[in-house]
């Protein structure tokens, strides 16, 4: 059993903290720790985290980098303040490496001030993924593509970009006192930005945004954006706005 009550507070808060470590964390139970269960600090951990009990920690059971790797299966999870999987979105913490996000039992959520995509990278997120963004009065988090997103669902398996409050979607995620009961609201997160090279979305949901996505202005000659049997609405401002001229191309189709 691993259970500390720690005193400080703060981001660098967990009851096992992984710094460029890659160890198996199997069949124990981490709970009652003020922070995260397990936090992967770096994108070069990789985890093995099976058949735990991570229940009642006040963050996440496991929080990690936008790039990390690691592997989650069969853990019970329960009652800890984010009902999620982590992805730190600090200035920090970007995709620096061609990046796939897997179908987890739990929804991710990209918390601080969301994520970026670098240059000559790619995301790809596959079928039935669920990504929800933190709400915090002084944050919207959200997306920054410089390259490439690739999010292609399916109909029995869409992918769903949403507010951490939408229960709908995966599963009920906040348990924190004064955020539990609120109920998701259009710009309740950011939004999605390309800023260059391409982006394909496919059966997606986009839903409690600002802008749900916006295409920036940017110089490159290789700018195309497919959005193809994709759901976006109740977001603040525009579905989808173009912020620029120089959109090489751009197909929506049963949208």
Known sequence: ??????APSGWDVAAIKLNMASPRIENNIIS???GDGVWGVDSQSCPVIIGNVMENNGRFPYCHPPAGRFIYQGNV?????YQ????QGRDDCRIDRDTIWKKEELPYLVVWYGITVDEGKILVIVPGVVVKFMDMSYYKAGLLIKEN?????T???P????SMYDDSAGSKTINLEGFKDRIPYPGSWGEIVFVGGRGTLTNCY???GGNGLRLQNNDSADNRYVIRNSDIRYNSAAGVTNAGSACNELVMEGC
Do not use: H, L
């Open 159 to 162: 992918i769903v970009f949403t």
């Open 149 to 153: 997103m690739v999010a292609n669902g």
């Open 84 to 87: 999620a999987i982590g992805i």
């Open 77 to 81: 999870v329960k009652g800890n303040g």
């Open 32 to 34: 009652q720790n003020e």
């Open 206 to 208: 986009v839903r409690y």
């Open 1 to 6: 059993t691993i259970s500390c009550n720690v």
């Open 155 to 157: 109909k029995d398996k």
